[in-house]
């Protein structure tokens, strides 16, 4: 399949996007809509470390687990649920595996939803497993197992198929510890792209031959890695500015899942998903205020805005005062859904995606760029070029740099470490070739001299 | 839209990296910091701006000079390393200026055992690893670099590191420290079983863990555990041991929960 690009944008407006409403809808699982005018609160866990000792303890965990979620549901009167399931590897590298789980969990979610009529759906997140312990191995033995283990829990039970691929890790990871700008968008804009591209496509296909839905992605490989090594504001690891330049450049690579058959909801650590959805009109999964059981951020009330599945990001089941982890955050999920459901109904929603946004836009220049009109003008640069993966992965980045600068130019405050940053980038950036060959030929010499562990056989190169 | 005045902003947010950031500009803080001598000052220098090509120019110009090559790892590579590390542990400088100086350290450490007879001292060996069935490398690649920064030899064992591969590295090697990394839950449970190994073959190294969902409670349950919060800990705790602390003694330092 080619992959159909975007030049326009799905949105008038930016003050037209809000949360819990897309321009399209995604029917799936048991009486869900996504995106039709109500959030959906998402569950995400990982099983203890000890439950990876076989096929029936993993399986065990994960029936008490979906248990545990739906009960405390309908114990407080919640009328949708999505469950997602992150695989550990051993799911993905022994595709029945992944499957039994399904089976089992959704068997659990049917009988909720016959019993309660509860509205439920089942995520299915694939590990990325395309790799031996020294390199990617994005096309080589692997690729067989990791499309057969989209197809197996599809046709056992998963009603979204996501993954949080890997393509162009490698050079991102060596780029991000020298502030090399160059490296970030080679690695996220042009070697991300093409492998997405490629797994995009046959996961659209398991989807189409499986009667499911293609969900999406997320750059959580390398744009959250940037946001994680960013860290909080004292923390001395990398500029922020950095951080959200990163950001920028993986709204057209995850773009890309879209392009080639996806439909959403975008996967959860997408913050990038805000840029994504004025693009597509998809529904968007995003995680924030309520994920910090697996992570702190600086915009969790922020990336709530416009998201139309509100996820927790993964805990691990364990007991709390509260109940288990996943009925205790799952609640608190739950609740933040009901809010912004009583605002959709009250015709408040824009009041309240105003109040989100505004609470962190100045906290960070991260949240400034992700603040739902900010989000839409990086979402016009990529469009703009929206057929050249390597200029629309461009003007995304200097689209980002231009609002932060706009930005200090007003309230957002920034350090001098992250204007020195910025200014940095912004040269860097300018210095780059506007042709996307030129820019590629320079990047695939420098980068297999300097990253061993690349190997441009994956991008088929 | 809704928007904030200046006052109101600031009853919702304070950006306390902009309100406490140092009035010195790195280069200003690295200059008061290099040595004087005129021959060592280029090459601290070349380290602290991660240029490699000046480091190996640097050492060129002292051995012609009637420098030893082998000394000049301690005497100026290491010093300009130490001007980076105090930055950064200072807060002054950011991880990619360590990385990028480091780089030029490795590079200069390179020209000079190129350029001598003998082999260089180093503090101590700490064998590093990621655990078995994880890929995410990147923490014990920053974890390697800041103990190269600070005089340590590395043996790094890369990612998914089969757990008798740690400990075949370990009786080889005789390291201070070993050190896992791991990203994912279910992958940590590994460091359980390179302790129990570890243990078992009498050998009682100190055994720093960290990185995505490791956690200090994880870590403790097991003998030679020493749970590191963050990558810069790495180098501290090995400077901890050659001082002579004890597990329990690191536990004290570094288990901050």
């Known amino acids: 399949m080619v992959a159909n690009r975007y030049t326009s944008m799905a949105y008038e407006s930016a003050d037209e996007m809000s949360f819990g409403k897309t321009k399209h809808p995604v029917k799936t699982g048991l009486g869900l809509e996504i995106g039709a005018g109500y959030t959906i609160p998402e569950v995400n866990y990982a099983p203890r470390p000890e439950a990876g000792a076989s096929k029936e303890k993993l399986i065990k965990e994960y029936e008490r687990i979906t248990t545990d979620i739906m009960q405390r549901m309908v114990q407080v009167g919640f009328p949708a649920v999505i469950l997602e399931t992150e695989h550990v590897q051993q799911m993905s590298n022994n595709p029945d595996w992944g499957a039994e789980v399904a089976h089992a969990q959704k068997t659990i979610m049917e009988e909720y939803h016959d019993e309660y009529g509860i509205k439920c759906a089942l995520r299915h997140t694939i590990g990325d497993i395309r790799e031996n312990r020294d390199f990617l191995q994005l096309r080589g033995d692997k690729y067989s197992v990791f499309m057969e283990a989209f197809e197996k829990c599809a046709e056992n039970g998963a009603d979204l198929l996501s993954v949080e691929s890997m393509g162009g890790k490698e050079v991102f990871d060596y780029a991000i510890l020298r502030n090399d700008i160059a490296g970030m968008l080679y690695g996220i804009g042009c070697l991300g792209t093409l492998d997405m591209d490629m797994i995009w496509s046959d996961i659209a296909a398991v989807a189409k031959k499986t009667g499911t839905i293609a969900a999406g992605d997320t750059d959580c490989a390398q744009a959250n890695t940037a946001m994680f090594i960013a860290g909080g504001l004292l923390d001395k690891n990398l500029a922020h500015t950095l951080a959200i330049i990163a950001r920028a450049i993986s709204a057209p690579r995850s773009l890309a899942a879209y392009e080639n058959g996806a439909v959403g909801p975008g996967k959860d650590c997408g913050y990038e998903n805000v840029i994504v959805k004025s693009i597509t009109g998809m529904p968007m999964a995003q995680e924030g205020k309520t994920s910090t059981c697996a992570h702190s951020d600086v915009m969790g009330n922020l990336i709530m805005q416009c998201c139309d599945v509100w996820s927790n990001e993964s805990v691990e089941y364990h007991g709390e005062f509260g109940g288990t982890s996943v009925q205790c955050w799952g609640e608190s999920l739950a609740y933040d859904c009901a809010l912004m459901n009583t605002a959709l109904e009250t015709g408040n929603e824009k009041v309240l995606r105003d109040m989100f946004m505004l609470s962190d836009r100045y906290r960070d220049p991260q949240g400034y760029v992700l603040a739902y009109d900010n989000a839409y003008k990086v979402g016009e640069a990529i469009v703009k070029d929206g057929d050249n993966i390597y200029l629309r992965a461009k003007n995304a980045a200097i689209e980002c740099c231009n609002i932060v600068e706009e930005g200090v130019a007003g309230k957002l405050a920034i350090s001098r470490f992250e204007a020195g940053a910025l200014k940095d980038a912004k040269a860097a950036l300018d210095a780059l070739p506007d042709d996307m060959d030129q820019f590629m030929d320079d990047c695939l010499t420098k980068y297999q001299s300097e990253v061993k562990v690349f190997l441009p056989e994956n991008y088929g190169f | ?257």
Do not use: W
């Open chain 2, 1 to 257: 839209m809704l928007d904030f005045t200046e006052e109101s902003l600031k009853k919702v947010l304070t950006r306390y990296n902009v309100a406490l950031e140092k009035e010195m500009t790195p280069e200003e803080a690295a200059e008061e910091l290099y040595p004087k001598d005129e021959l060592i000052y280029p090459i601290a220098k070349a380290i602290f701006e991660g240029e490699e090509d000046d480091v190996v120019e640097g050492l060129q110009a002292a051995i012609d000079a009637g420098k030893e090559a082998i000394t000049l790892i301690d005497d100026a590579l290491m010093v300009g390393m130490a001007v980076v590390t105090k930055l950064y542990d200072d807060g002054v400088i950011f991880l990619p200026n360590v990385m990028m100086s480091a780089d030029a350290m490795l590079d200069g450490i390179e020209f000079c055992k190129e350029n001598s007879d003998t082999a260089p001292e180093t503090k101590g060996t700490v064998v590093c690893h990621v655990a078995e069935g994880d890929v995410h490398d990147i923490g014990k690649n920053i974890v390697t670099a800041l103990l190269r920064a600070n005089g340590f030899d590395v043996v790094d064992l890369g990612r998914d590191c089969p757990v008798d591969e740690v400990v075949a590295a370990v009786e080889e090697n005789k390291p201070i420290m070993v050190t896992g990394t791991a990203l994912m839950t279910t992958t940590m449970y590994a460091f359980k079983e390179v302790n129990d190994k570890l243990v078992e073959k009498g050998l009682n190294v100190p055994f720093a863990c960290g990185g995505g969902a490791v956690n200090q409670d994880f870590v403790a349950q097991y003998e030679l555990g020493v749970y590191g919060e963050e990558a810069a800990d790495a180098p501290k705790i090995a400077d901890a041991i050659i001082a002579g602390s004890n597990i329990a003694a690191l536990r004290e330092a570094f288990h901050k929960h």
